[in-house]
Each structure stands twice: as structure tokens, then as C-alpha cells.
């Protein structure tokens, strides 16, 4: 799994020169209208700019630097008064109050920071990189963590040849945390106990379900309610047939020749974990998987991305474009479209999977 957030890091790049600006726009502001502004105020906003993007000797660097403008405007304009006295020591005592919001800041980073390492090598141990080939398939998988959190998400996927053929499993757990880990844990060793000793992909499904069942019997609280979207996939032993059982999720999107397709199911089913209001029907979709196709599968994170007028990401029309018949590069194109109409940073986590058929 690989991460990137290019946006992002562009976007606090730019940030970093905000004080700046603002000390050299309030001094030439006040040099073009010859003291008949008082740009104190916009000097005094300058320490404040600098602390949420700033280090401590970036922020005081800063108030010191506004200081000397605001003198030099004073001397430039006549002989200073006692009256100048009260902008500075304003400066000054602002200086000071960035610097101990910089502190906290930073404080609070590096706590953020240490939960997200520890919930990334959680992850890792949970849901470990699939191989980068199986069978005639190109493997690649993205694991994007939402910019917002620090919690252990739900999302999961995993890769599997079994004597069947080639099985495939993307669900999203509702909810986040250790309740969500076991759920994910649950999950992915009833999948990979049913690829190998369930000969059709209903038999994986319904074992996925008793499973998920099972486990809730045994719940208390909120992990009583949990459910999993999913989409299962089983290819045969050539890869040239797909089918594919829904529960509820986000439709696969089958790359190639450039046009995306949503396989949508022909009958809606519910996701994991509620199948018992729908009964045992499960219903499987077939579809044909050309060489040189790309299979892509992906979390709510992803269609349920939304940029800031609150339009939800349409992943169709950014793989409806010729793409090389590699997953890593179909996957590559996906998050940088999403990542840039978010801004850089997503709402939900995201796992995506991709798989191209090769010769």
C-alpha cells in the first residue's frame, strides 16, 4: 500500500509565506498612502499568521520582523511619540501569545501524529500488502487515510488464488476503532478459509454472512449494530469471466480501452452482517474480463469525496481516458483526481484495489 497527499503539502508550502506577506503588504500599504493608514493592526495579525504554520523561531522571527517595520514606518513618518509606545508593546504581548499557541500546536501535533503511527502500523498488521502478482493478474492496493483522523478505520481488501480460482474481497466496516479491527479480522480469515473450501462464490458469501453474524450475537454496544458493505469478486482459472456478488457497496469499475464501466448488480442485496432481513438468495453477476483490462475496486471514500462546494468525486469520467493496462498507474490517476477536487485531504478513509489481466 502507498500513500500521497501532493495537494496537501503544496497547500501548507503556501501557507508558510502568509506572514511574510502580510508584514511586506502592510508596510508598502503604508508607505503609498504616506501614514494616512494605520497598518499596525495588519503587523499585529502577522505573529498570528505564523503560528499554525510556523515553528517557535519562525513565529518570533516573525513578531520581531513586524516590530521592525512598524518602527521603521514611525521613523520614516517623524520622531516617534509616547503614543507609539502602546501599537509596540501590543506587538510585543501578541508575539508572546503566538508563541504559546505555536507551543500548543505543536504539542498537539505530535500527539496526532504519534496516533496516526500507531493506527498505520496497526493497519498494516490487520490488512498486509497483497502480492504484486497473482496468477495472470497485476496486483496493486492504496490504503488513504482520512487527513481528519487518527482512529483505526474499517476499510479492507484482500487477494487470494484458491483452487476456485482467483478471489476478491473490498468491504468497508461501519464505524472505526478496535470494535472495526475485529470486525476486519473476522472478515478476512472467513474469507480466506471460504476461498479455498467453498467451491461457488454464493457458498463464500453466506460464509462471510454466518460469520458476521455470529460475531454480532456475541457483541455489546455499538459493535451490536455493525455491518459491512463488500463486494466479492471470484475470477475463473483463465481470468477471462468475472463474477461478482454486491452487498451493498459502491459499484467495481472495469477499465479498458478508455472507458471506465460501473458494473452495477442486477439485483440490490444488503450489505454484510444484515443479510437476514433479505434472506439466502445471493446474487451473482458475470461479467467478461478482456487482457489488458483493469478491474478497480474502492471504499466510500472515494465516490463520497467531496470538494468544497460539497460535490461528491465521480471516479467514471477520470478513467474514461486511455490508461496503460497497469493497476499501479490506473490507481496513481484515481487519487490524484480525488486528492485535487478534496483540496488534498479526504473525508473517510479509502482503500482501493485494482487488478489487470495479462497476457
Known amino acids: 500500500m502507498r500513500y500521497s497527499r501532493p495537494e496537501a503539502t503544496q497547500g501548507r508550502r503556501w501557507l508558510r509565506w502568509l506572514p511574510a506577506a502580510v508584514i511586506v503588504g502592510a508596510f508598502l500599504l503604508d508607505l503609498s498612502t504616506l501614514g494616512g493608514v494605520n497598518t499596525f493592526p495588519l503587523l499585529a495579525a502577522a505573529p498570528g499568521a505564523a503560528a499554525p504554520v510556523l515553528s517557535l523561531r519562525g513565529t518570533i522571527a516573525t513578531g520581531v520582523a513586524a516590530n521592525l517595520a512598524g518602527l521603521a514606518l514611525v521613523y520614516l513618518e517623524g520622531e516617534p511619540t509616547r503614543a507609539d509606545l502602546v501599537p509596540f508593546i501590543s506587538l510585543v504581548l501578541?508575539?508572546?501569545?503566538?508563541?504559546?499557541?505555536?507551543?500548543?500546536?505543536?504539542?498537539?501535533?505530535?500527539?496526532?501524529?504519534?496516533?496516526?503511527?500507531?493506527?498505520?502500523?496497526?493497519?498494516?498488521?490487520?490488512?498486509?500488502?497483497?502480492?504484486?502478482?497473482?496468477?495472470?493478474?497485476?496486483?496493486?492496493?492504496?490504503?488513504?487515510?482520512?487527513?481528519?483522523?487518527?482512529?483505526?478505520?474499517?476499510d479492507l481488501f484482500a487477494v487470494h488464488q484458491t483452487p476456485h480460482g482467483i478471489r476478491m474481497l473490498l468491504a468497508d466496516v461501519r464505524g472505526k476503532g478496535v470494535e472495526a479491527v475485529r470486525t476486519v479480522n473476522v472478515l478476512l480469515g472467513s474469507f480466506r478459509e471460504a476461498g479455498d473450501h467453498r467451491p461457488?462464490?454464493?457458498?463464500?458469501?453466506?460464509?462471510?454472512?454466518?460469520?458476521?453474524?455470529?460475531?454480532?450475537?456475541?457483541?455489546?454496544?455499538?459493535?451490536?449494530?455493525?455491518?459491512?458493505?463488500?463486494?466479492?469478486?471470484?475470477?475463473?482459472?483463465?481470468?477471462?469471466?468475472l463474477r461478482v456478488a454486491n452487498r451493498g457497496h459502491s459499484a467495481p469499475l472495469l477499465v479498458h480501452e478508455g472507458k471506465a464501466i460501473p458494473l452495477e448488480p442486477a439485483t440490490p442485496s444488503l450489505p454484510l452482517g444484515l443479510g437476514a432481513l433479505g434472506g439466502d438468495d445471493v446474487p451473482v453477476d458475470r461479467f467478461d474480463l478482456p487482457v489488458g483490462a483493469t478491474l478497480v475496486l474502492f471504499t466510500d471514500g472515494i465516490d463520497e469525496a467531496r470538494d468544497?462546494?460539497?460535490?461528491?468525486?465521480?471516479?467514471?469520467?477520470?478513467?474514461?481516458?486511455?490508461?496503460?493496462?497497469?493497476?499501479?498507474?490506473?490507481?496513481?490517476?484515481?487519487?490524484?483526481?480525488?486528492?485535487?477536487?478534496?483540496?488534498g485531504n479526504l473525508q473517510d478513509d479509502a482503500a482501493l484495489l485494482a487488478v489487470t489481466r495479462k497476457e
Open 94 to 154: 501578541l508575539t508572546v501569545i503566538a508563541a504559546v499557541f505555536n507551543v500548543l500546536l505543536a504539542r498537539d501535533r505530535r500527539q496526532l501524529r504519534t496516533s496516526r503511527e500507531v493506527a498505520a502500523a496497526v493497519q498494516r498488521a490487520v490488512l498486509p500488502d497483497p502480492p504484486s502478482r497473482v496468477g495472470r493478474l497485476a496486483v496493486a492496493s492504496r490504503y488513504e487515510v482520512a487527513h481528519e483522523e487518527a482512529a483505526i478505520g474499517g
Open 308 to 343: 468544497a462546494d460539497g460535490v461528491f468525486f465521480d471516479p467514471v469520467p477520470v478513467l474514461s481516458r486511455c490508461l496503460p493496462p497497469d493497476p499501479d498507474a490506473v490507481l496513481d490517476a484515481l487519487l490524484t483526481a480525488v486528492l485535487r477536487h478534496t483540496g
Open 200 to 241: 461457488d462464490l454464493p457458498g463464500v458469501v453466506r460464509q462471510l454472512e454466518d460469520r458476521m453474524q455470529a460475531g454480532l450475537g456475541q457483541a455489546t454496544g455499538a459493535e451490536a449494530e455493525s455491518f459491512a458493505t463488500a463486494v466479492i469478486a471470484e475470477l475463473s482459472p483463465d481470468c477471462s469471466v
